[in-house]
């Protein structure tokens, strides 16, 4: 039977980072969302990434985002050798700078003054 713990959070020594927290995993109709909505339904994803970040802000400890590279025509041109995950992306056109698929997912997304990391591709 799972257990719950509760630890203190110390704001000066602790940070969260989100990595990744876009449209096309996390929204319903996102491009990914079918390969992990099973789990993510099960694990309660969605509360318990909400619940987390408002316990970070709350506390005043640094909040991060570290988003993936969003998709255009220029995103992976020249590279003659990508993998099979790359290669998807490409043809789905996973996280599109131009449509809802790399924008913030909905609630998760950066406030004024907390850190967004340049962006990456895996």
Known sequence: ??????TALEPKVTAL??????????????LLWPSIAAVADRV???RNLGALLAAFRASGACV???????WD???????????A??????K???FARSGPGGDWHEG???WPGELVATEHFA
Request: hydrophobic content about 40%; charged content about 20%; proline content about 9%.
């Open 73 to 83: 025509d220029e995103a992976y041109a020249g590279w003659s050798f990508m993998t």
């Open 44 to 46: 309660g994803l969605h």
């Open 17 to 30: 980072v989100l990595v990744d927290p876009l449209h096309d995993f996390l929204a319903p109709d996102g």
């Open 1 to 6: 039977m799972p257990t719950s713990r509760t």
């Open 85 to 90: 995950d790359q290669s998807g992306v490409v």
């Open 108 to 110: 998760l997304e950066p």
């Open 64 to 70: 991060a985002f570290a988003p993936h590279r969003r």
């Open 92 to 94: 789905m056109r996973v």
